[in-house]
């Protein structure tokens, strides 16, 4: 079936340091999501996006987080600057509505040193 | 706020029994409650869901689950188990009123079905 991408699969960054998280979602679908989990707990979701903008997100998608999805390019989540608690495993999934069926990618493994 | 409870965090059993896996929620409002399994390395895949109607909903690769709302209860089930059902299960509760396509995600249960 149609999938999601996700790359890169593994990054290790410098703690303060910038990262880009590039999701490659499913060509017709709308909605776009980005999930963490920490290693040993839930998925918990971080925001999601529809048309351009953000439609809601979470007390722990803080203030050096962002997303966006310039001309249907890739759907991205930049973390600037980077700090130790954001390493996690990061999920982005898409849909074409909502109370759909979510594709999810594999994950992007952060770890901030 | 909503939450999804997943009790057992692993479930063994042989080739050919039945399994059932355990979810449980608390939500002010009808749910809609999914099923996805993720195998190792690989990224979740959908399975089934619930958004209204028939309490017992079929999914892919044999699975089904019955929503219970008297127990606030959406366990999965599958019989026979064959070993390639080993994975780790997730259960997840959506959000109807606010319509953001926010899951909330249990834990997980990982399962193990020997041959």
């Known amino acids: 079936g149609p999938k999601v991408l996700q790359i890169p699969s593994h990054q290790i960054i410098d703690m303060g340091q910038m990262v880009t998280l590039n999701c490659d979602p499913v060509?017709?679908?709308?909605?776009f999501y980005w999930y963490k989990q920490i290693l040993g707990q839930q998925m918990e979701f971080l925001v999601n996006?529809?048309?351009?903008?953000?439609?809601?997100k979470s007390k722990l998608f803080k203030d050096q987080f962002s997303v966006e999805r310039p001309d249907g390019s890739y759907f991205t989540l930049k973390i600037q600057p980077t700090a130790l608690e954001d390493s996690a495993v990061y999920f982005c999934?898409?849909?074409?509505?909502?109370?759909?069926?979510?594709?999810f990618g594999s994950g992007t493994r952060l770890l901030v040193i | 706020a909503q939450s999804v409870d997943q009790p057992d965090a692993h479930v063994t059993l042989s080739e050919g029994a039945s399994l059932e896996l355990r979810c449980s929620y608390s939500?002010?409002?009808?749910?809609?409650l999914f099923w996805y399994v993720q195998y190792p390395g690989q990224s979740l895949q959908f399975l089934l869901k619930?958004?209204?109607?028939?309490?017992v909903v079929k999914g892919t690769k044999g699975f089904e689950a019955e929503f219970r709302k008297s127990n606030s209860s959406f366990n999965l089930k599958k019989s026979p188990a064959h070993w390639s059902d080993s994975a780790k299960y997730f259960c997840?509760?959506?959000?109807?009123?606010?319509?953001?396509?926010?899951?909330?995600f249990g834990h997980g249960t990982i399962l193990r079905v020997h041959p």
């Open positions: 619930y958004i209204t109607g028939d309490t």
């Open positions: 999934a898409s849909s074409l509505e909502h109370n759909s069926d979510y594709t």
């Open positions: 939500y002010s409002a009808a749910p809609y």
């Open positions: 060509s017709n679908h709308l909605y």
């Open positions: 996006f529809y048309n351009g903008k953000v439609m809601e």
């Open positions: 997840a509760l959506e959000n109807t009123g606010a319509n953001t396509g926010k899951l909330t």
